[in-house]
């Protein structure tokens, strides 16, 4: 995902240091290439050998050993840069970058480079909300720094408040939105549907189904990779709110309606990865139904359906559940709602029902070109889907 791409890590003296191991091992692991720099007092949290047996590379911890040791100078580091992330950041690291001055090798490269830069601010509450620090991060947002805003909770020193680290999944998604800033999907809006819609039936039960809502997640988050702007509108899921995408949140097929039916107003695509249920309870009774008779019946009606009616200029992308005739059916579906893709997936499939974390799928184009894939992530599912995406939008 994040192959060719080179990754420098900048690691300050905060307790939060050990958090970047975290960091530099999802890098690494995601391809990219991680070179990391740590300050001398970052050093004393956590130990540069943890970082090169991470990421099987040298750690630079010193301006004159790197260009010694390495014959580089500490501007190449800089020039090679896809992306800075400087995670921790300490308060003294912010007000020398928002200063411009360039007393090691970190403070060197952030000058040097041209490469967008990512701070991960973590401090004592008190450090933080000082209108210094405050006014640090203002100037370096207004000269195109990138803020991962620190999460609030217990820090250090035992206090609660503003100033631990980001999740690191939060500084994840925003390295991987950086990068993406010119992918093949830059400048196009796209908006992704996800999970399973619940219709209440009383105020503790509702209908639903199995969607775990991954697939959908995963292709906003691709989308986003890709440099698209994107829009999720998403059922109740169990799932983390993806970084750099605007979330709407809805339960009911009739909110998902007015949700898309909004959304598509500008935009490039809809991609409806949602399962969405084809009834919905006639009436909601309003208190709890009681276990009164032995038998229940509950009158359904259909809901609309909104692939078929949502219509403006963009490209329609639909999914099809199947349990038979995968191929036939998915074809029938593509015609009927007018699609310009449909995937579809064998739901009986143990690797890629519902709640998996892999999926097995076909892709169908309007022009009837039919594309079986292997068993895949969700994630490299959703990037075939862009990829033939980006060919329709072509
Ligand atoms: N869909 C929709 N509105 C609905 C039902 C489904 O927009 N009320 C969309 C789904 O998000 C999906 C596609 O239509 O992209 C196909 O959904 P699927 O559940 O496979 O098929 P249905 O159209 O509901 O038909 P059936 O349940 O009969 O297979």
Do not use: W
Not at 336 to 363: H, P, R, W, Y
Request: proline share 3%.
């Amino acid at each position: 995902m994040l192959t060719n791409k080179t990754v420098v890590l900048g690691i300050t003296g905060s307790i939060a240091a050990y958090k970047a191991a975290d960091i530099a091992s999802k890098l690494t692991q995601a391809g990219a290439k991680v070179e990391v720099i740590m300050t001398e007092a970052a050093t004393k949290f956590i130990a540069p050998l943890t970082f090169r047996n991470i990421t099987g590379r040298s750690v630079v911890t010193d301006m004159f050993e790197l260009a010694s040791e390495y014959d580089i100078e500490h501007v190449a580091l800089a020039e090679t840069a896809d992306v800075v992330i400087i995670a921790p950041a300490t308060a003294s690291l912010i007000a020398k970058a928002a200063a411009g001055i360039s007393d090691d090798i970190l403070t060197c490269v952030v000058l040097a480079t041209k490469a967008p830069i990512i701070l991960a601010p973590a401090m004592n509450v008190n450090m933080f909300e000082n209108p210094i620090t405050q006014d640090n991060l203002a100037k370096l947002i207004a000269r195109g720094f990138i803020i991962v805003d620190p999460d609030y909770g217990r820090l250090a020193s035992g206090k609660i408040g503003l100033g631990r680290l980001a999740d690191v999944n939060k500084i994840m998604g925003t390295i991987k939105q950086v990068l993406g800033t010119r992918g093949d999907l830059a400048g196009k809006r796209l908006v992704v549907t996800a999970g399973g819609t619940q219709e209440s039936i009383d105020p503790v039960r509702h209908i639903g189904n199995r969607s775990s809502g991954k697939m959908g997640y995963a292709m906003a988050e691709a989308a986003r990779d890709r440099g698209a702007e994107v829009k999720l509108i998403t059922a109740p899921t169990f799932l983390p709110e993806p970084v750099g995408i605007e979330v709407t949140y809805i339960e009911t097929s009739a909110q998902m309606k007015k949700a898309v039916t909004k959304a598509v107003a500008q935009a490039d695509a809809l991609i409806m990865a949602a399962a969405i249920a084809d009834y919905r309870s006639k009436e909601i009774a309003k208190a709890k139904i009681k276990k009164e008779t032995p038998n229940l019946t509950l009158k359904l009606v259909r809901t609309p359906d909104i692939l078929v009616g949502v219509k403006g200029d963009f490209l329609k992308v639909g999914f099809a559940a199947e349990s038979e005739d995968i191929v036939a059916n998915a074809k029938q579906k593509l015609q009927k709602k007018q699609l310009d893709l449909i995937v579809a997936n064998d739901i009986t499939d143990k690797e890629s029902g519902f709640g998996t974390d892999t999926n097995k799928v076909t892709l169908i184009d309007r022009d009837g070109k039919i594309d079986s894939l292997p068993l895949l992530t969700k994630r490299e599912v959703a990037d075939r889907i862009l990829d033939k995406v980006v060919e329709l939008f072509s």
